[in-house]
């Protein structure tokens, strides 16, 4: 057993990784991992923090290896916003742990999930602890590339790219850690890309199935404008219902508990004194809501270039295997019902689309050109 179980498909990266965890002297106090989504950059930053205090390297059953993966080491700090940037307020106090001491274990490791997320003034917050590091602190970026990162942040970093993990690799893991039947794995590992996050949710739960099965067969139904924008309007719509269901109850609990620190009634009026507190909550709950949406919303645009990928396959006669054996029958309609170079301009309409939702357009309106795109031309 190792620390490094779950990181698969990943042994260039975990080759660097292993060395630098096993010779001290030769540590860089700041590294960034990238890789695109779903190569596992997160599990292989807590993999690497694991190693960094575990005196065998990572043995993965270590009190050090067990804490560090699970996110409870005294010395490992876990940095994921679920909001739309990391801000100076969430910073500011990550410098001030970097420069302390690590309690007792090797290093004080520090890893931040997204640093794509970092806007100009909270990467100059952050900067001023890559540039005069503390001996024993390690700063553990994550972001999608290099170039998702600030250049004055990145430039103070040691790279270390992943790669999309072979489909086999990420069913192997689905079979031998959850448990999952050999066959519904390798199809959750085809629809996801390889998204070892995306693939597992896709084996154990039949619900998420049955939304990318909705999401595909959206293509199906678009036959012009009218179509394009209700089939938007219901993309969205389940979006923020899965949204709102997956925070709704986190919500209430997290309002309910602020009040009970603040000895406000629940239900009650609230003292002025006491109301910027929970308007503060209900502001950072509204930007936790917003990024979930547009995560859903990205998901589904994702597999809808799946769904084209495969039919560009087909009218191309490529040979290779499609990643929706499952809608084999619209991939075979879609491909009989246009050309490569339809299929093509319909892949840059949902690529637009990614990139408008990303630069914050209304989701509305960026779904509704991305499904007025994809309509036939007459």
Excluded at 258 to 273: D, N, S, V
């Amino acid at each position: 057993m190792s620390v490094w179980d779950e990181v698969v498909g990943q042994e260039p990266a975990v080759a660097v990784l292993s060395a630098a965890a096993a010779d001290p002297q030769a540590m860089t106090h700041a590294w960034l991992l990238t890789g695109p989504p779903g190569s596992g950059r997160s599990t292989a930053a807590r993999a690497f923090a694991a190693a960094l205090q575990c005196t065998s390297g990572g043995c993965g059953t270590c009190r050090d290896c067990t804490t560090a993966l699970a996110g409870t080491h005294e010395n490992v700090t876990l940095v994921a916003t679920e909001g739309l940037h990391l801000r100076v307020d969430d910073t500011r106090p990550l410098v001030q742990l970097a420069a302390r001491a690590p309690a007792g274990g090797r290093w004080r490791v520090i890893v931040v999930e997204d640093a794509d997320r970092l806007n100009d003034a909270s990467g100059n917050v952050l900067l001023k602890a890559l540039e005069e590091p503390a001996p024993r602190t390690v700063w553990l970026l994550c972001a999608p590339s290099p170039g998702d990162v600030l250049v004055t942040v990145r430039s103070r970093c040691r790279r270390v790219h992943l790669r999309i993990p072979p489909a086999d690799a990420v069913a192997a893991l689905l079979v031998t850690r959850d448990g999952a039947e050999p066959h519904a794995a390798a199809v959750a590992a085809r629809a996801a890309s390889c998204h070892v996050g995306v693939a597992r949710r896709l084996a154990r739960d039949p619900a998420a199935r049955a939304r990318r099965d909705a999401v595909l067969e959206l293509a199906g139904r678009v036959r012009g404008v009218g179509d394009a924008v209700l089939a938007a309007s219901e993309l969205v719509e389940t979006a923020q219902d899965e949204s709102a269901a997956a925070s709704s109850e986190r919500d209430a609990a997290e309002r309910a508990e602020l009040l009970r620190a603040l000895g406000a009634p629940e239900g009650g009026r609230l003292p002025p004194a006491l109301r910027s507190q929970v308007t503060e909550l209900e502001k950072e709950q509204k930007r936790r809501s917003t990024r979930a949406q547009r995560d859903v919303l990205d998901r589904a645009m994702t597999d809808l270039l799946s769904l084209y990928r495969d039919v560009l396959v087909v009218q191309l006669g490529a040979g290779v295997d499609l990643v929706n054996v499952e809608h084999a029958t619209l991939v075979e309609h879609l491909a009989a019902h246009g050309d490569a170079t339809t299929t093509l301009r319909r892949m840059d309409v949902i690529g637009q689309a990614r990139t408008r939702l990303a630069a914050n357009v209304a989701p509305l309106l960026a779904v509704e050109a991305m499904m007025v795109g994809l309509r036939p031309q007459c």
